[in-house]
């Protein structure tokens, strides 16, 4: 992870958004459980992950690694085609 703890401005740098966007996301997020205040200061607001978020991260990470070795092991990069090759024909 890029960031333990984070602001709106770390997210309007990386990623391009508006102040607002960022603090809408945020704000969603926060109500989904995936991210939570720090009150260590007033302003900026800080942020940090949840343990729900970091989960989901790992997970999509694993599913991606596993994704990679599966096209590896079938040699069909095409993600189209691999699925194509993965279906039960029935008869």
């Not at 508006?18 to 200061?41: P, Q």
């Not at 800080?46 to 991606?64: E, P």
């Amino acid at each position: 992870m890029k960031y333990n703890i984070f602001t709106t401005k770390n997210l309007i740098n990386d990623y391009g958004v508006s102040r607002m966007g960022a603090l809408d996301w945020l704000h969603n997020k926060e109500k989904e459980g995936f991210v939570e205040r720090l009150k260590i200061t007033k302003c900026p607001i800080n942020w940090r992950l949840t343990d729900k978020a970091l989960k989901l991260a790992n997970s999509i990470t694993d599913w991606q690694n596993d994704l990679d070795k599966l096209k590896k092991d079938k040699k069909i990069y095409d993600s189209n085609k691999l699925l194509k090759s993965l279906k039960t024909k029935f008869k």
